[in-house]
């Protein structure tokens, strides 16, 4: 996959750092457990997309119904709707081996669902039913964060610091083999 550009910005650098254009080897990436992983990711962030968009119109027919949807509803549904399609974009540069989409998707798959359970115990600030709906929202993110850390993707997707230790001992990750 090629570095992304756009406007004249390096995407990748810029959301990468130093490392934005490191890239996996190629024989990982077209692993069959990678591909595989990297299917149920985006079908659980697909998941999260219906989760998100439910929240928001359930907020959309209350509100038309007369109901009083109040400003936390409305913020977290729609932040958390776009946080879940950039969560897509990070997923899209992690299957085309950018270790910085995965290190990204990684880490927001682990930090998402704690933050998420912990603002749903606040009492009172959201209705029930946008507590269950967050609830279905951080196990989701858990199981992202599942394929995300097995053994074989943190094989696959080492940091470059690794991969020069690794490279120094003449050592390869220890799944790179099929």
């Known amino acids: 996959m090629k570095p992304l550009h756009f406007f004249g910005l390096d995407i ?10 490191y890239v996996i080897d190629h024989p990982m990436l077209e692993h069959p457990r990678t591909r595989r992983a990297f299917r149920a990711v985006q079908w659980i962030l697909a998941a ?15 509100s038309e119904q007369g109901e009083n949807v109040n400003f936390a509803v ?11 399609l950039t969560l897509f974009f990070f997923a899209w540069r992690a299957q085309g081996g950018y270790y910085w989409g995965y290190q990204r ?8 669902p704690v933050i ?23 196990v989701l993110m858990i199981g ?23 490279a120094a001992r003449g050592q ?7």
Do not use: C, N
């Not at 409305?74 to 879940?84: A, E, H, K």
């Not at 390869?172 to 099929?178: A, E, H, L, Q």
């Open 12 to 21: 990748d650098r810029l959301a990468g750092g130093r490392h934005g254009h």
């Open 74 to 84: 409305w913020f977290r549904g729609v932040v958390v709707l776009m946080m879940t």
């Open 144 to 166: 992202v964060a599942d394929f995300l850390t097995s053994d074989h993707m943190r094989d696959a997707f080492p940091s470059p610091k690794r991969k020069a230790e690794l």
């Open 116 to 138: 998420t359970l912990v603002v749903a115990t606040i009492p009172g600030l959201y209705p029930y039913w946008m507590v269950i709906e967050q609830i279905v929202f951080a």
């Open 105 to 112: 998707l990684r880490l927001f798959s682990q930090i998402f």
């Open 172 to 178: 390869t990750p220890p799944s790179s083999t099929p």
């Open 48 to 62: 999260e997309v219906v989760v998100g968009l439910a929240a928001v119109v359930t907020a959309l027919v209350l």
